[in-house]
Structure formats: structure tokens, C-alpha cells
């Protein structure tokens, strides 16, 4: 069923004939945000000319042409934002699969709310500093010595995984309220959202989140992500780009409808010019919460847990084929044809 309606949705999005694969190179990029004073770290993979040689990261094995050259031309821009507590390398099968097919990927690790340090979770400030990190990111591509003379600036698109899907929204001006956790974790006592402990530690306050919209984002792509703070009757009047939004049909860590069901909803009636809706909604039947997450060695899955399971019967890496060739397709097409 999941391949069935992975291949439909790549008829549907499918490129008039697909470009031949780029290497992936690899480089780091520290990034400063002026607006809250933090530094820190982002991985970017880029379309290069140079072969790619087995590297380690810790546990993990990958194919990158470290500090290789970027190929000529000019290239769309994606920002991936991770989960709370997790790895800017969590998303790399999807990074991989648009490098190869000629994007540049910037992956932050998001201060304060990472695996290496996490004090910034379920706070106030975290939901406020998310979005100012991949407005920060961006700054610091388009501006970077070697890889921004290969940029199409006017070609920038966020993919966010649930906090990160959160980060992406309000980035692209999406209008967040955290006083909507506190009235539902609050309200439904039973709700098993992992944002509502920070709500019964007394670690978050009610705000209202504007950020100023980025108007260099140019799509979207949402996997399982937070939408509970977007219930505000404005939270959607600023975004008007066009969005695939991703569900998991067995996320057990957020809670429908106050989640992706809030975005959809808000996001009804959005059209480009010839009418169609600027909202793309695929559910992922038997898919959990990290689904979305890069396949983990099997060495490694049983002291991570929660976060390296899936549902019985789901492949997780059979899934990032597919969810890789999905998101090419969609990004290809979507940014070609930019408003």
C-alpha cells in the first residue's frame, strides 16, 4: 500500500526526464544567529563532481567526497530541521538523495535542543529561537565563499521533522501560540504529547511567536510535524507557499487532530494562480513518529529505543527510498515552477 501511493504520488510530481546523479560532497559550516546570539554547527551536502570515499561518524557509515569542490551550476537550497533532542545527520538519506540530484543541503544542529545538549527543551526560548536558527542557516549559505556563487537564491525550500516541522512553518511566517500547549496539555490531562512535561514543570509561558516571514522560503515540507501551536485564526495569513505535508498513520508521540490536522486545516483554501491547492497531504499508513528518521544501525537500535522503532511490518529503509525519491520529486517540481 505504501509503495502504491509513494509511486502515485511520483507520477504525479514526476520531472520530464531525470538528471544524471552528482557525487555528494561534504562540508561543515558554523553558523552565527544575530538575532540570539548563538553559534553552531551545520553539515551541508552539495552536487559535486568528485567520487565519494567511505567515511565513519561514529557509529554511522556514509559515501561523501569530504571538502570537495562543488559542481558548476546553479542550485536550489534546502534547510533540513531536525526533531527536538536530535541530530542535524537524523534526515541524511533525504540530504543524500537531493545532493545527488543537484540541491544543496544545509542540516543545523539546533542549539540547546539536541543530542548533545538538550537544556533548551520544552522551553519558552526554544520555540522562540527555532525559526531564528534557519533564517541564520540560510544567511550563512547565501553568503559563504565557496558554495553561494552556486546558489539559486530564488530557490529555497525548509523540510522539518516535528519540532523541526514546527521550526520550518513558523520560519516561512506561520504565527505560533504557546499558550495553545499549555490550555491542552492542561485541559486533557491524559494527552501523552512529550511537549506537555514542559507544561507540568512549570518551563513554559504563554507567548505569542511572530516571526518576521523569510520571503526566500519558497516550499515546504512537513514530516509528522508539531502544529498544535498554529490554532490562532491568524497563525497561517502570512504563508502562502506551496507545502507537502506528510503524516504518520501511527504516530504515538502527537497527538491527532491538533497536529497535522491543525495545519491542513489552516492551510485550506490556499491556491496557486491556476487554481490547484498549494497543500499536498500524504499519510503514511503504518508509520511512527521517527519513521522519518534515517535508518539506525542495527547495533545501536536497542540502547536508542523509541526513536530507532517502528510499528510491526514497516521497513524503515525500504520507507527512505521511498521517502527520498517523494521529496526529489516534489521539491523538483515545486521550485521549478515558483510563483
Known amino acids: 500500500m505504501m ?15 531525470a538528471p544524471a546523479d552528482y557525487h555528494v560532497g561534504f562540508r561543515k559550516v558554523m553558523v552565527e544567529s544575530r538575532d540570539t546570539g548563538e553559534k553552531f554547527p551545520m553539515s551541508v551536502v552539495y552536487p559535486t563532481q568528485t567520487p565519494e570515499t567511505r567515511v565513519q561518524f561514529g557509529p ?6 569530504i571538502g570537495s569542490e562543488i559542481s558548476s551550476g546553479h542550485f536550489p537550497l534546502v534547510l533540513i530541521s531536525h526533531g527536538s533532542g536530535g541530530s542535524n545527520l537524523a534526515h541524511r538519506s533525504i540530504a543524500f ?35 531564528k536558527h534557519l533564517q541564520a542557516a540560510i544567511d550563512a549559505l547565501v553568503t559563504h565563499p565557496q558554495l553561494s556563487k552556486r546558489l539559486d537564491v530564488g530557490r529555497i525550500a525548509v523540510i522539518g521533522h516535528s519540532m523541526g516541522g514546527y521550526a520550518a512553518l513558523a520560519a516561512a511566517g506561520a504565527v505560533a501560540d504557546t499558550g495553545q500547549i499549555i ?31 523569510d520571503p526566500r522560503i519558497k516550499a515546504a515540507v512537513l514530516m509528522a510535524p508539531v502544529g498544535l501551536v498554529f490554532r490562532a485564526a491568524d497563525a497561517f495569513a502570512k504563508v502562502d507557499i506551496p507545502m507537502l505535508l506528510i503524516r504518520a498513520g501511527k504516530d504515538e508521540e ?16 490556499k491556491t496557486h494562480n491556476n487554481g490547484k491547492a498549494k497543500l499536498t497531504e500524504v499519510t503514511i499508513q503504518n508509520a511512527g513518529h521517527y519513521a522519518f528518521i534515517t535508518p ?15 510499528p510491526a511490518g514497516f521497513d524503515r529503509s525500504v520507507f527512505h527510498q521511498e521517502l527520498s525519491a517523494m521529496i526529489v520529486a516534489y521539491l523538483t517540481q515545486t521550485l521549478k515552477n515558483t510563483e
Open 3 to 17: 509503495v502504491l501511493l509513494v509511486f502515485c504520488f511520483l507520477g504525479a510530481f514526476s520531472a520530464n526526464a
Open 60 to 65: 554511522f557509515a556514509m559515501e561523501l567526497a
Open 97 to 131: 538523495a537531493l545532493a545527488r540530484k543537484g540541491f544543496v543541503v544545509g542540516m543545523p544542529l539546533h542549539p540547546g535542543n539536541n543530542f548533545e545538549n538538550n537544556q533548551a527543551e520544552g522551553t519558552t526560548r526554544n520555540w522562540q529561537n527555532r525559526p
Open 183 to 213: 490550555e491542552q496539555c492542561t485541559s486533557q490531562t491524559d494527552m501523552k504529547d512529550p511537549f506537555c512535561l514542559s507544561v507540568q514543570g512549570n518551563q513554559l509561558t504563554a507567548v505569542r511567536i511572530e516571526n518576521p516571514k
Open 254 to 269: 502527537l497527538t491527532e487532530p491538533y497536529h497535522s490536522a491543525v495545519i491542513a486545516a489552516g492551510y485550506t483554501g
Open 296 to 310: 539506525y544501525p542495527e547495533s545501536i537500535k536497542a540502547e536508542l529505543g523509541v526513536v530507532a522503532e517502528d
